[in-house]
């Protein structure tokens, strides 16, 4: 199961400190490794690795709403591999959706959920 919250804030320097501490909370939750969003696949930086949507999970996932300037809200991912290792990827919402293949947008597609939601 997905778990999802939406973090609405009015300062895009406080959605990133927002943004910050979320991904220290992951960290701590053993989160360690930094994603990448490709059109096809995610990259892992720690395991110099391209990973399909097949290989991997999205565990729970934050929206940040920015209130002021809507084109800088962000998506956070906590991403967990089969073989254990876990990991975050940030990405800017909607900026690249056409940039996507048809795999991608099915292992993210709750996205539209949340954005449907609020």
Not at 45 to 74: C, T
Not at 107 to 115: A, E, M, R
């Amino acid at each position: 199961m997905v778990r999802g919250q939406t973090v609405r804030d009015s300062a895009i320097h406080q959605n990133e400190s927002l943004i910050r501490k979320t991904i220290d909370e992951l960290i701590r939750k053993e989160y360690t490794m930094k994603f990448r969003r490709e059109a096809n696949c995610l990259y892992c930086f720690d395991l110099n690795q391209w990973i399909l949507p097949a290989d991997f999970n999205i565990d729970e996932y934050f929206y940040f709403e920015e209130l002021i300037h809507p084109d800088a809200d962000r998506m956070l991912f906590a991403i967990s591999l089969p073989q254990g290792q876990k990991g975050w990827l940030v990405d800017s919402c909607n900026v690249y959706a056409d940039n996507i293949s048809s795999d991608m947008m099915e292992k993210f597609k709750f996205q539209n959920l949340v954005y449907e939601e609020l």
